[in-house]
């Protein structure tokens, strides 16, 4: 059994593991930065996986998008709401709570993904080896734009939300500082 793993293969395992590794950091850190950088890399693995799998255009898209569009988005979020990010900004006591809820939410969305593709086929091309990006994104986005401008519509919420919190004022540096001027300091001036 060992005598058939390939060279592909030890690459796609080798970049499973380090994504894992960097994902169970990503949720365990307690730095947001640091969670955003551990981010970077279990997408970039998950990039370099379409790659070794031989699916340049997929894994180009997951590094351009994702990597570079989401996490660039991500952190100007962090930047715009001046989130805490040291240690104690991140530790509280409702780690159970939060985590019966993440659970309930993950149940929820596999039950309605199995249910809503349960007796469905997704038209694909065949398996041509000469499949073109063109047919790729034709089958894509005759069947699922629905989801892709849902996902738009919420980045685009998420971005405007962090830039209302962003633009709070804040209630102890409300009052700008006021400077009295007399009539004589004016009255000398020209414009």
Do not use: C
Not at 28 to 50: D, E, F, P, R, W
Not at 162 to 190: F, L, Q
């Amino acid at each position: 059994m060992i005598a058939n793993v390939s060279a592909q293969d030890i690459a796609f395992g080798s970049l499973a593991i380090v994504g894992i590794v960097a994902a169970l950091r990503m949720v365990t850190t307690k730095n947001v930065v640091h969670g955003a950088l551990y981010l970077v890399i279990t997408l970039s693995m998950i990039g370099a996986g379409y790659l070794v799998m031989a699916a340049e255009f997929v894994a180009w898209v997951q590094i351009v998008i994702y990597v570079g569009a989401i996490v660039v988005l991500l952190l100007f979020a962090l930047m715009l709401t001046k989130a805490p990010i040291g240690r104690e900004a991140l530790d509280n006591q409702q780690r159970g709570i939060s985590s019966l809820v993440a659970l309930a939410v993950l149940a929820g969305l596999v039950f309605l993904s199995l249910d809503a593709f349960r007796n469905q086929v997704i038209p694909l091309p065949g398996p041509d080896p000469q499949t073109t990006t063109t047919q790729i994104g034709e089958s894509l986005f005759r069947s699922f734009v629905a989801p892709f401008e849902l996902v738009s519509m919420l980045l685009l919420a998420a971005l405007i939300g962090a830039i209302a919190i962003a633009r709070k004022d804040d209630p102890v540096h409300s009052e700008p500082a006021r400077t009295t001027r007399s009539p004589a300091d004016t009255a000398g001036r020209t414009l």
